[in-house]
């Protein structure tokens, strides 16, 4: 079959101007979500860091292009040590527990804990780690470093590593707290049980994944500060693997001056929570890459912006965000090749959890593309550390593009119950 030369060319030149459109039309969309505010730059103060506003959008003063990034604010110190002054006090009782559903849930559960053996003056056994799946579990050691929980307790309660032998699971009691339990609540639900039985097993409820403090709540009890805030760290071989991926994220990040962005975005729970839908009140309660990428885009951050995402692997539906922020990673990505096989490809995800939170606790912005205990539990963990860059998505169309119109209402409205513990 003979060809046609005039029908070839035409053809060639008809796919060119179809490619150089959709280009166009590609850098048009995105360009016009930063649409520049005509003005000149002026200078604000959020947390107590300087940030310039130029242009409509938010960078710091110290004249950094490359996004709206701030500083960070280290002049908080924890407050407990003035606080706890009695020994630890222990009987010959024993308090029990686990450790399930990841870190966020690991946080409160340690502190729930901590506050019913403190106030019955009773001996805190280490707690296992459970995950979700039948079988799945661990000792406390091989994720959390025992020693150091045990010496930060060691003037509140006792910590034993194991129940003695003599000791039965089988006779315990087991007591439903509610999260945040209270010495009020101990004495009056609890101590009549544990005098009867002698020892009983915790297991904390969540009636409410809110961490906000109110003016209801009086202070936080001093105990609970230094169990959520203060005891509970990686061992060192996992603080080691989790330090070294931080490092190769800033490594990706030089232009920015070392600095990345941590999402908390996994496929599994948007698909549950159906993120196309409004929570409460007509607002949304999670965010699709998409929607993270236009968000980030909107508030001026680079395409060279180096993002770490917690979804265990790569899935197609991140592509989108990859391709506006090629420096997007997950963790097989920037895990040194010798501990994926510990890390990455055991049947237990508590190694990953871990990971993940550590790394969104250090990252120099937070952003939860989900609500939730893993949001509320890490804002409070960047408050301890003085990294309090939390921004919250919202629709593009609804907001300016100020970063500070996004910063979390724990960090804004200083309601994050962190704030009772540090001063």
């Given at each position: ?25 590609h850098r048009d969309y995105f360009d016009s979500l930063q649409e520049k505010a005509q003005g000149d730059a002026q200078d604000i103060e959020f947390e ?92 406390f050691e091989d994720i959390y470093d025992a020693d150091k929980l045990i010496k930060s307790l060691e003037n509140v309660v006792k910590v034993v590593k ?262």
């Amino acid at each position: 079959m003979g060809f046609d030369l005039r029908q070839v060319v035409a053809g060639i030149l008809t796919i060119t101007m179809f490619v150089m459109l959709g280009q166009m039309l590609h850098r048009d969309y995105f360009d016009s979500l930063q649409e520049k505010a005509q003005g000149d730059a002026q200078d604000i103060e959020f947390e107590g860091s300087k940030v310039a506003v130029r242009d409509g959008l938010v960078g710091t003063v110290e004249g950094n292009s490359n996004g709206p990034w701030m500083e960070d604010n280290t002049d908080l110190n924890p407050c407990w040590p003035t606080l706890l002054s009695d020994e630890a006090v222990s009987s010959k009782g024993y308090v029990t527990f686990s450790l399930t559903n990841g870190p966020e849930y690991h946080i409160s559960q340690i502190t729930d804990a901590v506050m019913v053996a403190k106030h019955l003056g009773a001996t805190l056994v280490l707690p296992d780690i459970r995950g979700s799946k039948p079988g799945d579990e661990r000792s406390f050691e091989d994720i959390y470093d025992a020693d150091k929980l045990i010496k930060s307790l060691e003037n509140v309660v006792k910590v034993v590593k194991q129940l003695p032998e003599e000791v039965s699971l089988r006779n315990m009691a087991i007591v439903k707290v509610p999260t945040r339990v209270t010495e009020d609540y101990v004495k009056e639900n609890i101590v009549p049980i544990f005098k009867s039985k002698g020892n009983i097993r915790v297991a904390s409820y969540f009636p409410s994944v809110n961490l906000r403090k109110s003016s209801q709540d009086g202070e936080t009890d001093p105990v609970a500060c230094l169990a959520m805030f203060g005891s509970l760290e990686l061992q060192p071989e996992v603080n080691a693997v989790a330090e070294s991926m931080v490092e190769r994220l800033r490594t990706h990040s030089r232009k920015s001056g070392g600095r990345f962005i941590a999402v908390d975005l996994r496929i599994d729970v948007l698909e549950k929570k159906n993120c196309h839908t409004t929570g409460v009140g007509g607002s949304k309660t999670c965010y699709n890459a998409q929607e993270i990428a236009l968000f980030l885009r909107k508030l001026g951050f680079a395409s060279d912006t180096t993002i770490y995402l917690t979804q265990p692997r790569w899935d197609s539906s991140l592509n989108i965000l990859k391709d506006i922020f090629p420096k997007t990673f997950t963790k097989e990505a920037i895990m040194p090749a010798s501990k994926r096989s510990k890390y990455l490809e055991s049947e237990s995800s508590e190694y990953e959890n871990a990971i993940d939170f550590y790394i969104s606790s250090r990252s120099d912005v937070f952003i939860p593309a989900i609500s939730g205990l893993f949001y509320a539990n890490t804002v409070g963990k960047r408050i301890a550390l003085g990294k309090t860059q939390v921004l919250v998505p919202a629709e593009i169309s609804e907001t300016s593009g100020l970063a500070t119109d996004f910063i979390s209402p724990y960090i804004s409205k200083k309601n994050h119950l962190a704030y009772s513990c540090f001063c």
